[in-house]
């Protein structure tokens, strides 16, 4: 109960928090993100996925944050703020 957890996603990776993104047995993304957000998680996208694919923030679920650099994020969260890396 007392971890932040904190979702960075950039690349491919992006696809699961676009509006309408479904899992291989039609479930939608939107309805596991929208529990996840509400008990807390953070999930945040790089800007620089956006521009090189030419998605736009509207194409996004609406509990998403947007962030100049993934990568940029994940390095700050790990030596300013202590978080631990885990890669799926």
Request: hydrophobic share 40%; charged share 30%; aromatic share 10%.
């Amino acid at each position: 109960p007392e971890t932040e957890i904190v979702a960075v996603a950039h690349a491919a990776g992006v696809d699961f928090l676009l509006k309408g993104a479904k899992d291989e047995n039609g479930n939608k993304y939107e309805d596991i993100v929208e529990r996840l957000a509400l008990g807390g998680v953070r999930f945040e996208v790089c800007e620089i996925t956006l521009r090189e694919r030419s998605l736009s923030k509207q194409q996004f679920v609406d509990y998403v944050k947007f962030v100049p650099s993934g990568v940029v994020e994940v390095t700050r969260l790990q030596q300013r703020e202590g978080y631990a890396y885990l890669k799926p």
